[in-house]
Every structure is written in structure tokens, then in C-alpha cells.
């Protein structure tokens, strides 16, 4: 016997208390004291007694989500806030009664879950095999049971039983995991509990029949089959059907594929998220009541029976028959019109309005995809990376190799993101899903970076195998380890993602490393190496050094490097990156130098030569006038009073060498040179050249003139400088620039 079940309809105010964050109660004041000292709050005074609450655990917060989700998702029956309990009769291999956490029975299943959660991230206690094979014990008086609850005398069939386990924060062994499905116990973890609560803010109600279809995948369920009357088609090669249905029907078979769920499992994930706003538009027509005279397009996944009877030609434009419906859930992809099926989600006129639905007959999957792109293209111009994720399934098994390759690579993508393993995990944004400082990763980076030709083409590309299957695993492997040896010596910065602080697992930082593993795919096979012939393990051997050495220069920057290298954004910022990365290797490695690598050496060196050059004469001119100004414009005014002794020598020494070629002793002044001046005159001087308002001595104060020099000299010796050097010289410059509009107006 199943106890402690009720109708949901005596449970509204126990799910108000699920969904708060706190548990509530009221104590007499004479109890208030040992209540607090239990780590209760006061919540509100009463007349009588005081209202408290104290926040729920993990466990129980995770326990009361998944109630909540059952109960939004509109059982019928459900537990009260005790376990139900399943009490055994001798017909049964129960012992003992069995406590179930949370039940929802429907009019053609019954739900149970086991709950287990933790704080902390930890492995099932060694109990869990014991406590499934008391769950499997218990499934044969459970199917009995949930049929003897609120029977339905028009109901000839008998409900599904499907067990469940949300596993949220804990680690379950693969063959424990193994063992439960082959006995069909679904686990979820905190990362599916996640998803269905979305779908269930989106969907409503509706979002049980997916919850469903993944608990009973393919599983026949007598009691949704349904003959109705149709019209059969053939629509070029293709057999379709033309009939009304309810939509409470249609709902509960069909399905629109979200890649943001948790599992992420289902192969045809490439549908648009259901637009929230969209769909209460559409709820507010069919209050009116409005009416839709266009067709709800679906697949049929599963070949429907039709009889026509005592029919014995077909007519050109189509027979008449009766259509079966196949009974399971999620066997009808709705192709177009998911808004207007999904307004009817717990609506009223659910189950006595009528759609017009047309629906094919076992369409493969790249006509399904080619058929939502032609309608949505012709009503909402489809994204290009939604188009890209596309490729997965329109061109899987290809004869042309390019659209396969296409197919192949986001396949790939699809695996980064699901793979635990990978550094890519959660962290790709798909078409459909909104960006987070975690995921910012855009599925279009990744598909552009993986099209180049030298990772996969099938003339030349390094990670191509004649086998599909064989390419995307290698493709899986060598990226992953490419990217897992890059992070080593970032493991912080790579998972603060586009947060303070992050900017490495970001768009332009992944394509730049992803251009670095491309230059040393090219290295290695100028040096002779055949690539293409190194098994997965062979060649992440040959690249990982290489990787390490641009591991080894991120964990050197500082905070504000770090800052500098994430400045560097769009097209010219990917390909700075990529410079910055390869020298980091040519440092390690000095007969690494890559296509365009000493191009930028000498481009870079043109560009701090042209700088400093600027910088030094914008100085010239506000300095010397400001002298000029100051103590009067004749040499013995400004250059005695104003420049200090150590300066004049230095300055007439280096006029001297040179003859005064290039003009007055102005002219001869270096950097260093206009910091003394500067400092010495710094009531002249402050106003003008304080770059930092909080600095506190006048050393302070004109340290970036070191800053500068130190540039200078490094150029000098034709050294390379940091990114972090070059982008403050840019900043000074333009600084120094913008200090003079201001005084004079004229540069």
C-alpha cells in the first residue's frame, strides 16, 4: 500500500513553504532563546508567539527544488512533505516498507524519486548499491499501487511506473550508473535539476511530457494512444498526414530540442529556447478565443497505423483513413509552430480546442533540419552559429567531405561542452543560450578556429582521418590536451572565464591559442615530421612542449599584464595575442619562428621607435616652453635656473659629441633628463604631468618616465618588450597628447 499520496490540490500551501529559501515556524517567546541557539532567526513578532526561520541545508533545499518541480510541472498526486511509504504485502520482495522522497503520479504514469544531496562534493556513501537494489525490489508494488489511486472507470489502461534518482552534489560510480540503467532507474544530477527548471519556467506543465520522455525514453505508453481521422499525403518521396488534433494531446508526444538542458543528450538539440514573451502573447490570442488556420508542422518519429477502411483506390490528392498515433512520449518533433503548440501549456482550452497539424512520416534527420531552416529562414533570419550547430545533423554521413568535415566539427563542439573532462565544459554559448561570465565561449569561435584546413582538411589537415568517427576523436583528444596543458599554469584565470579578473577563456584568447597550435602544426612539418602518421598519443607528445612554454609564460604575468593581454580585442587583438603567444614559444624554442613572426619584431620596433620619438618631442616642447615661461627664453634664464647641474652636463655633453646637428640644447634632452627637470620645477610641472592623482612623493609621481626609458633601452638592445610594456607606452602616449590639447590646443 502507498501512503501519505494526495491530491495537489490540498498541497498549494505546502508549496509555497518549498519554495522559500528559509524554513518558517512559530515558537512561544519562553522558547525563542533555545531556538536561536539552534541558529534561528527572528522573522516577525505575532500577538501570541514569534514567527523564525532558518535557512535549509544543501540537502534539503535540493529536495524541496525537485518537489517543487513535480508540482509545477501539474501531477495529479504527490507526497505531502513527509516520504511516501510503500508498505509490502507478501506478493512483493520487500522486507520492510520502503520510504520514496517525492511521488507524482499523472493520469498515464507514476513518478518516484530518491533524493540524495550534498553540501560538498563527495562520492555515494557504498550503501548506494544496496539502496538500488531495494528500489528495484520495490517497483513491481509501486506499478501496483499507483494504479489503485483515484481509479479512473474509463481508464482501460494501467499507469507507467518510472523510477528516478537526482543525485545533486554527488558523485555516482560509472557502474552503479551502469547497473541503474540497465534496470531502468533514470540519475540525474544538478545540472539536469537545473535545466527542467528552466524548461519548466518556459513550458509550464507542458515541460512533464519532456521530463517524462527522458525518464521512459521510447517506452510504449498504452494510455496515450489516440486514433483520430486524417488525410494521407505524398508529398514528393514523403508521406505526410493532415488532421485536427488537442492540443493536450499533441503536447504530451511532442518535443522541441533545447540545448541548454543538463544532459544535453539528444542528438537533434538544434531548436531555438521557446521565447517566454512570445508565448504569453500567444496565451492572451487564445483567451479571446482565437483561432490558428495554419498547421503545426512535426515528424513523427515512430511509423503511425492507418486504416482506410473499406476505401479501395486512393484518390490523386489523398485518402481518407484512420490515424494511430503511437503511444510515447517525445515521438513528434515539432518542426514549426512550437510557440502556438507551447501557449496551450497548462491553459484551459487545452483539451477542447483543435490545432490543424500536418505531420511527416519518418523523415531523416537532415530533411528535418533542412525543412525548420526554409520556414524559419522565410519567417526570422536563423543565426549563423544556430546554422553551424545545424551541421551536426544536416550533413552528418555527407558523400562530400567538406560538409562533412563541417558536420564532424560540431559534433566536436557538442562534446567539449558536455564532456566533464574537457576544459571547454559548460563553457560554450550556443545559439540559444545566454551569456555567462562562465560560458562565453561562442559556439562560431570554436566552428572558425577547427574549420582551418592545416586541423582538417582532408588534403592536408593534421587531425583528418579517413575515418568520421576516428577524426573526431582525434580532434576531441589533441584539442583537449592542447588546452588542458595551456591552463596548467593558469588554472585560476582560465575558470574565472569573462569575470574579474578572467579573460583567457574568452573568444579572442581561445582563437589566438587555437592560431599558436596551427603555427606549431606548421613548424613540425617544415622541420620534416609526419604528422598526419602519429597515433592521438604521439602527436599531443610533439605539440605539449610547446603548449607548456605558453603555459609557462601566462603564469608568469602579472595582474596587470593579464589585464594588457585581455585588452587586445576583435581581429587585430586575436592576431596581437598570437604573437605575443608565439614569441613566449621562440623564447623557449629559438628556431620557432613562424610566418609573420619576425614581421612583427620589426613592426613592433617601428611602432615603440615612432612612439617614443613622439613622446619625447611633445615632451621637448612642453618642458622647454613651459621654462621658457617660467624663468624667460634666454639660455642663460631657462637652461641655468631651470635644468638642473647634473642634467646641464649630461645634456652639453651629448650637444658637444654631436656638434649641434640637430639644433639647440633642447633637442639633446633623453627621458631621464625631463624627470629631473620636472622633478626639480614639480610646482611647475605637477598640474601638467601628475599621471596619477593618488601618487604621494614626487618619485611616485613621475615614475612612468622610468616606465618609458626602460622601454627605450630595451629597444636599444633590440629586445622584445612585454605586452604589458607596449600597451602602457600607447597609453602614456596618447595621454601625453591629450595633456598638451588641453593646455595649448595645438597638437
Known amino acids: 500500500m ?53 535557512k535549509k541545508t544543501y540537502e534539503v533545499e535540493a529536495q524541496d527544488r525537485i518537489w517543487s518541480l513535480l508540482y509545477k510541472m501539474a501531477f495529479l498526486y504527490m507526497n505531502s512533505n513527509e516520504p511516501a511509504q510503500l508498505v509490502p504485502d507478501a506478493k512483493t520482495p520487500l522486507l520492510q516498507p520502503f520510504m520514496i522522497d517525492i511521488i507524482g503520479i499523472d493520469h498515464e504514469v507514476g513518478v518516484a524519486i530518491l533524493c540524495k544531496a550534498s553540501s560538498e562534493k563527495r562520492e555515494a556513501d557504498i550503501q548506494f548499491r544496496q539502496e538500488l537494489d531495494a528500489y528495484i525490489n520495490a517497483r513491481s508494488l509501486f506499478s501496483n499501487d499507483i494504479n489503485h489511486i483515484a481509479k479512473e472507470p474509463d481508464r482501460p489502461y494501467k499507469r507507467k511506473p518510472a523510477l528516478a534518482i537526482f543525485a545533486c552534489n554527488i558523485i555516482i560510480r560509472e557502474e552503479d550508473k551502469k547497473f541503474a540503467k540497465e534496470r531502468s532507474i533514470t540519475i540525474f544530477d544538478e545540472n539536469d535539476l537545473e535545466y527542467y527548471e528552466e524548461l519548466v519556467s518556459h513550458l509550464g506543465a507542458a515541460a512533464k511530457y519532456q521530463f517524462l520522455a527522458d525518464l521512459l525514453p521510447g517506452v510504449e505508453i498504452p494510455a496515450l494512444d489516440l486514433t483520430i481521422p486524417a488525410i494521407r499525403i505524398k508529398m514528393g518521396k514523403f508521406i505526410c498526414y493532415s488532421f485536427a488534433v488537442a492540443p493536450e494531446h499533441l503536447l504530451k508526444i511532442s518535443y522541441v530540442a533545447h540545448r541548454a538542458r543538463g544532459k544535453r543528450a539528444d542528438l537533434q538539440a538544434y531548436q531555438r529556447m521557446l521565447e517566454k514573451k512570445r508565448l504569453e502573447e500567444i496565451r492572451k490570442y487564445i483567451d479571446k478565443p482565437g483561432i490558428f488556420p495554419t498547421n503545426i508542422v512535426i515528424n513523427l518519429d515512430k511509423k503511425p497505423g492507418f486504416d482506410v477502411g473499406k476505401q479501395i483506390v486512393e484518390h490523386k490528392y489523398g485518402t481518407f483513413g484512420w490515424l494511430k498515433l503511437r503511444s510515447a512520449y517525445k515521438s513528434a518533433w515539432v518542426i514549426d509552430g512550437q510557440h502556438r503548440l507551447y501557449a496551450y501549456s497548462g491553459h484551459d482550452r487545452a483539451a477542447s480546442s483543435l490545432l490543424s497539424v500536418l505531420a511527416f512520416e519518418l523523415l531523416p534527420s537532415d530533411i528535418q533540419a533542412e525543412l525548420f531552416i526554409d520556414i524559419n529562414s522565410k519567417q526570422k533570419r536563423v543565426k549563423q552559429s544556430l546554422l553551424q550547430e545545424l551541421y551536426g545533423d544536416l550533413h552528418k554521413d555527407a558523400p562530400d567531405p567538406e560538409f562533412r568535415i563541417r558536420s564532424l566539427i560540431s559534433q566536436t563542439i557538442k562534446s567539449f561542452d558536455t564532456d566533464r573532462e574537457s576544459p571547454f565544459f559548460q563553457r560554450v554559448q550556443t545559439a540559444e543560450e545566454k551569456r555567462s561570465k562562465k560560458r562565453c565561449i561562442t559556439w562560431s569561435s570554436l566552428f572558425q578556429s577547427l574549420s582551418e584546413s592545416t586541423f582538417t582538411s582532408e588534403e592536408k589537415g593534421v587531425l583528418w582521418i579517413d ?219 605637477q598640474d601638467i604631468l601628475q599621471h596619477d592623482d593618488s601618487c604621494n612623493t614626487i618619485e611616485n609621481c613621475t615614475a612612468w618616465i622610468d616606465k618609458i626609458d626602460d622601454v627605450q633601452n630595451l629597444t636599444i638592445q633590440e629586445k622584445a618588450i612585454t605586452l604589458e610594456q607596449f600597451t602602457e607606452l600607447e597609453m602614456y602616449g596618447e595621454w601625453l597628447r591629450e595633456r598638451v590639447r588641453q593646455i595649448s590646443g595645438t597638437i
Not at 519562553?30 to 514569534?50: N, P, R, Y
Request: aromatic letters at 10%.
Open 2 to 54: 502507498l501512503t501519505n499520496v494526495e491530491p495537489v490540490d490540498n498541497l498549494r500551501k505546502l508549496s509555497i513553504e518549498k519554495g522559500q529559501e528559509y524554513t518558517v515556524k512559530r515558537v512561544k517567546p519562553a522558547l525563542l532563546e533555545e531556538a536561536q541557539s539552534h541558529g534561528w532567526l527572528v522573522d516577525k513578532q505575532l500577538k501570541q508567539t514569534i514567527q523564525i526561520k532558518k
Open 467 to 685: 575515418d568520421d568517427n576516428a577524426t573526431k576523436e582525434r580532434i576531441i583528444y589533441i584539442v583537449n590536451k592542447w588546452f588542458d596543458a595551456l591552463k596548467k599554469n593558469v588554472l585560476a584565470w582560465w575558470n574565472a572565464g569573462s569575470g574579474e579578473g578572467g579573460g583567457l577563456a574568452m573568444n579572442d584568447s581561445v582563437i589566438a591559442c587555437f592560431n599558436v597550435l596551427k603555427s606549431v602544426f606548421q613548424h613540425l612539418i617544415s622541420k620534416g615530421e609526419k604528422l598526419r602518421s602519429l597515433n592521438n598519443e604521439e602527436l599531443s607528445e610533439r605539440v605539449t612542449p610547446y603548449a607548456l612554454a605558453v603555459s609557462k609564460y601566462l603564469g608568469s604575468l602579472s595582474k596587470e599584464e593579464r589585464q594588457a593581454f585581455r585588452l587586445h580585442r576583435g581581429s587585430q587583438g586575436q592576431t596581437q595575442r598570437t604573437k605575443v603567444l608565439q614569441v613566449a614559444i621562440n623564447n623557449e624554442f629559438p628556431d620557432f619562428i613562424p610566418p609573420g613572426l619576425k614581421e612583427h619584431f620589426a613592426e613592433q620596433t617601428h611602432k615603440v621607435r615612432s612612439l617614443l620619438t613622439n613622446m619625447k618631442a611633445i615632451l621637448k616642447d612642453l618642458v622647454i616652453d613651459e621654462l621658457h615661461s617660467e624663468f624667460g627664453s634666454e639660455e642663460k634664464q631657462w637652461w641655468m635656473e631651470g635644468v638642473p647641474e647634473k642634467t646641464r652636463q649630461v645634456v652639453s655633453q651629448r650637444y658637444e659629441e654631436d656638434r649641434g646637428r640637430q639644433g639647440s640644447k633642447g633637442y639633446y634632452f633623453d627621458f631621464l633628463d625631463y624627470k629631473g627637470v620636472i622633478q626639480q620645477n614639480w610646482v611647475l610641472f
